[in-house]
């Protein structure tokens, strides 16, 4: 059990050592310019192996929730990452030209593009400019040193208004010295994937270790200064339409209409239009979350009580509203998917950073069930509206 007189030391502890740890890196981050060797020149599919062989070699603690890294199996022994499509927007085998190349426009939005700008992952298209700052180039083009290759640009995975998508992490609101130690642990061998199939990771790590300082710093502070806003409808259910599991981004997508295929204790998030979503990329566009009957409950009993000392409130650290407090990022109404793989992987080691560390007595006790409750519940907290000031 987690004692209450733990509770005041291990936030002071938190506090002080990951908030002189990060607040120090983002001081001196202007002028600091390392001298990495360009990452252009490393493959993926040799940066996929280094972190598979590191992934391996490790005893799994419980099996893998595959709903959260988007798959319906476990991983087997060297399993590594497919290697994405090329994110140029070049015309893929079986294409019509003709079909991709039409306008498309979307309800609200004065813009058009065509299918094959939507998809171009090194110029992020922009539905809604009016929703946050103007891109950064990191944002809208990715790594300057990265430009031009097979890999994708910040915005084009997170979304411009930084929701992003189950697959993902939702950026939109972060405190800037998250985002900053985050991209250091990725750069650093201390944040990777506890699957070792999962695609974005190894990209984001290879990004990470391309980006300058000043883009780190550049892309941390465009995403925190736009508002976290609702985006997920949660409702507790046994049985729930059709899925698809779509092996190309890793997003459950529903094709059925009728509630017959079993939950089965997993959390599916799935886009309440799949044409909005996937197709045009809406950054508006919401989410269904179903989970599991009962959940609600015992993950608000976990969140808010600590679960009679099996761990300790999230207030504590995140704040009472749990949208976050001073370091520390905000868990209210983010992605169960997301929050689910970020505890796996913080209990199977595979994320190893300050802040990652400080965690683990926190969740020593939790098993995947304990997790799936919390995640659900934190999924159907709605954000508050953001405040004026805060949209300029």
Excluded at 237 to 242: H, N
Excluded at 286 to 291: L, R
Aim: charged share 20%; glycine share 8%; net charge negative.
């Amino acid at each position: 059990m987690i004692k209450k007189s733990k509770v005041a030391l291990l936030f002071g502890f938190f506090v002080f050592t990951w908030g002189s740890t990060v607040l120090s890196q983002v001081a001196d981050t202007p002028v600091i310019h390392s001298q990495r060797p360009p990452m252009a020149q490393l493959q993926l599919e040799e940066l996929a192996s280094i972190v598979s062989q590191r992934e391996d070699s490790q005893q799994l603690w419980a099996p893998i929730p595959g709903w959260a890294y988007g798959y319906d199996s476990q991983p087997l022994p060297g399993d590594t990452p497919p290697v994405p499509r090329p994110g140029n927007g070049v015309l893929l085998q079986g294409e019509d030209i003709a079909e991709i190349q039409r306008p498309l426009s979307i309800e609200g939005s004065s813009a058009t593009f065509t299918r094959q700008e939507i998809r171009h992952a090194q110029d992020v298209i922009d539905w809604f400019p009016e929703d946050y700052p103007p891109m950064p180039d990191i944002i809208k083009y990715g790594p300057e040193s990265l430009r031009g290759g097979p890999d994708w640009a910040c915005g084009s995975c997170h979304l411009p208004n930084g929701k992003g998508r189950p697959s993902n992490a939702p950026t939109a609101g972060l405190p800037v010295s998250y985002m900053v130690q985050q991209l250091n642990d990725m750069r650093n061998g201390l944040r990777y994937s506890a699957d070792p199939r999962k695609p974005n990771m190894p990209n984001m790590i290879r990004m990470a270790k391309a980006m300058t300082e000043e883009e780190i710093l550049e892309s941390a502070e465009f995403w925190a200064a736009v508002p976290w806003t609702r985006r997920l409808y949660v409702m507790e259910a046994e049985l729930i339409p059709e899925m698809y599991l779509n092996p190309n981004n890793n997003m459950f997508f529903t094709v059925g209409t009728e509630p017959v295929e079993p939950l089965a204790g997993r959390i599916v998030e799935t886009p309440i239009d799949t044409y909005q979503a996937d197709y045009l990329r809406n950054p508006r566009s919401g989410f269904n979350v179903y989970v599991p009957v009962g959940s609600l409950a015992k993950g608000e009993e976990l969140v808010i009580n600590g679960g009679a000392g099996k761990t300790i409130q999230c207030g504590v650290c995140h704040g009472q509203d749990l949208m976050g407090l001073g370091l520390i990022p905000g868990i209210a109404g983010r992605s169960p998917s997301y929050i689910m793989r970020s505890l796996y992987d913080m209990k199977q080691g595979t994320r190893n950073g300050t802040g990652a560390q400080l965690m683990k007595p926190v969740i020593e006790n939790l098993n995947i069930e304990d997790m799936t409750n919390i995640v659900a519940y934190l999924a159907s907290i709605i954000p508050p509206d953001p405040v004026p000031e805060d949209l300029q």
